[in-house]
Nanobody
């Protein structure tokens, strides 16, 4: 599975962005998908994870501000980000888990100016 992340950009604090992660094939059989981020000098961290049923888990730092969703018909996963803060600045990556294999997108830069 090839993943293409997009939607990043420069936004002011308090603003919103929507990230998309388009898969090269059907995601119907992909049980787990998620968004991760990596800020300069920091380790990559999980932001949000969604399973096939639609249940989602969020990092404490983004709860109430970010919403993860997936559209199996469009083979796409989304991350809606509201009330953005400067500490949300990072490269955001999408990931898919199918069986024992992990697949990563190339990353999209999100920069929040204060």
């Amino acid at each position: 599975v090839q993943l293409q992340a997009s939607g990043g950009g420069l936004v002011q604090a308090g603003g919103s962005l929507r990230l998309s992660c388009a898969a090269s094939e059907s995601i119907f059989s992909i049980s787990v998908m998620g968004w991760y981020r990596q800020a300069p000098g920091k380790q990559r961290e999980s932001v949000a994870t969604i399973i096939n049923s639609g249940s989602a888990v969020y990092a404490d730092s983004v709860k109430g501000r970010f919403t993860i969703s997936r559209d199996n018909a469009k083979n796409t996963m989304y991350l809606h980000m509201n009330s953005l803060k400067s500490e949300d600045t990072a490269v955001y990556y999408c990931k898919a888990v199918r069986g024992h294999a992990d697949y990563w997108g190339q990353g999209t830069q999100v920069t929040v100016s204060s």
